[in-house]
């Protein structure tokens, strides 16, 4: 079992910045690609950003050039920056990970409100 745990969420006015944090417990040598998510209501669940254990990043267009994903791999956190923040970011933000293994298992963490007044 992989246990995830956020931090860093907040309120913040538009054009404001955020850092997210997420910390991996538990069996982490199983641990590939990490990732955020994000739900807004009344919406799916959808992908903001995730990375590969070599460090290879990938993107929703929404969050290109604003939101940049990194990770420790000494530390099991993987980070997540929000810069230029708008009201349509607004959402619960989920860590997710996924296992390297044959079999692919996800973990997720139990999410941190982001909220962005306009």
């Known amino acids: 079992q992989v246990q995830l745990v956020e931090s860093g969420g907040g309120l913040v006015q538009a054009g404001g910045s955020l850092r997210l944090s997420c910390v991996a417990s538990?069996?982490?040598?199983?641990?590939?690609?990490m990732g955020w998510y994000r739900q807004a209501p009344g919406k799916q669940r959808e992908l903001v950003a995730k990375i590969t254990t070599g460090g290879t990043t990938n993107y929703a267009d929404s969050v290109k050039g604003r939101f940049t994903i990194s990770r420790d791999n000494t530390k099991n956190t993987v980070f997540l920056q929000m810069n230029s923040l708008k009201a349509e970011d607004t959402a619960v933000y989920y860590c997710?990970?996924?296992?390297?293994?044959?079999?692919?298992?996800?973990?997720w963490g139990q999410g941190t409100q982001v909220t962005v007044s306009s």
């Open positions: 997710n990970a996924i296992t390297a293994t044959v079999i692919t298992y996800n973990y």
């Open positions: 538990g069996f982490i040598f199983n641990i590939g690609a």
